[in-house]
């Protein structure tokens, strides 16, 4: 392993001029940058509670569960609806559960789901969070009344959010109060300095102390966003940095990462792998129906310094598959990279069915 700091985990400083350059602006000509993903929803799900009556807010009921408790503390209209988030064959129509005076948030679960929004004149709000599906098919063509996502998910940065309203070349200001922050600008330097020691401890000899001091900061960072509830003004060379990071093309390294695991990878009936023909996926997601067998394969990456992560525990079990294994696959990471994933998971295959 050449990367000391192991594969996957939160992103280190990275210079933007490194990244291949993609035409954001063609699909997206405006929009409005946040400090957070919730940030931006939080936003416009107020813009719309100031503008109208709302009655419901529609979350689907697989979904982060940080991201839900969140919500649940900002608002005491939450309803949710159900959706299989590891088929694309979905079916859902918003109009069998929501009104014209409610909010429906919907996912597009790690890139591959793309809605059709009914165009009836009593239709609900319909909001996408592209979190894990930035530049896809779906995040780019879509024609949802608005649309969010988290950007740091995808972006190097130490935050970041987007809203967009899709086909619409302005998008409204709205009379929510935006206040500055100072404990949160402090959070943001906090990111900052544990991107710039992850950095150094991959790159030199750092004393590996500075591993555990970056990990600390990103844990404390993650406890104070879990519990900060205000949209904060946005500094203007914190927006000048997220906007560096914007117009490249992230997606052409997962496509490519993503195709040699699939040529590598051995097939394994403990687990799928998701996939869509038309779209590269978030990460490499490998999907269980036993959770021993999930956890199993995570504590085995983690000893061969595998980071991978779980999107998202707490959810209840589906009608097909239950419990989703990511792994980055992100521009960080080459070839020699995916190998190692590959010889790992392979070698855990055999183990396994060794030993049931």
Not at 115 to 143: Q, V
Not at 150 to 164: D, N
Not at 215 to 239: F, M, N, P, R, W
Request: proline letters at 3%; glycine letters at 4%; aromatic letters at 14%.
């Amino acid at each position: 392993m050449k990367n000391k700091a192991g594969l996957g985990s939160f992103f280190h400083s990275t210079d933007a001029d490194k990244i291949t350059d993609f035409n954001t602006l063609e699909y997206i000509p405006e929009y409005q940058l946040f400090y957070t993903g919730r940030h931006a929803m939080k936003y416009i799900f107020d813009k719309l509670i100031s503008e109208q009556s709302i009655e419901k807010i529609w979350l689907p009921k697989y979904y982060c569960q940080h991201v839900t408790s969140w919500l649940q503390n900002c608002y005491s209209n939450i309803h949710f609806y159900t959706i299989d988030p590891f088929t694309t064959t979905h079916d859902l129509n918003v109009l069998d559960f929501a009104t014209k005076n409610d909010i429906v948030l919907l996912n597009n679960f790690w890139g591959f789901f793309n809605y059709t929004i009914p165009t009836t004149a009593n239709r609900p709000i319909c909001i996408e969070d592209h979190s894990h599906g930035w530049l896809s098919t779906g995040c780019l063509t879509s024609t949802a009344d608005y649309c969010v996502a988290s950007l740091r998910k995808t972006l190097p940065i130490a935050l970041g959010g987007i809203l967009w309203q899709p086909n619409k070349e302005k998008i409204k200001k709205s009379n929510v109060e935006i206040l500055p922050n100072t404990a949160f600008y402090n959070n943001w330097e906090a990111i900052t300095t544990a991107m710039d020691l992850k950095k150094e401890y991959i790159a030199t000899t750092v004393d590996s102390s500075a591993k555990d001091i970056y990990l600390g900061l990103i844990g404390a960072s993650e406890t104070y966003l879990q519990h900060q509830y205000d949209v904060v003004a946005l500094k203007e060379e914190h927006k000048t940095y997220i906007n560096s990071y914007i117009q490249k093309d992230y997606t052409s390294y997962k496509k490519q990462n993503f195709e040699y695991l699939l040529q590598h990878l051995n097939i394994n009936s403990n687990f799928n792998i998701l996939t869509d023909s038309k779209n590269t996926p978030f990460g490499l997601h490998l999907v269980f129906k036993d959770r021993a067998t999930f956890l199993s394969l995570k504590a085995f990456l983690i000893g061969k310094d595998i980071y991978p992560s779980e999107l998202w525990p707490g959810n209840e079990k589906t009608d097909s598959w239950s419990y989703l294994l990511n792994i980055h696959i992100d521009f960080r990471y080459n070839s020699t990279d995916m190998t190692h994933i590959t010889t790992s998971i392979n070698q855990w295959g055999m183990h396994f069915y060794e030993n049931n």
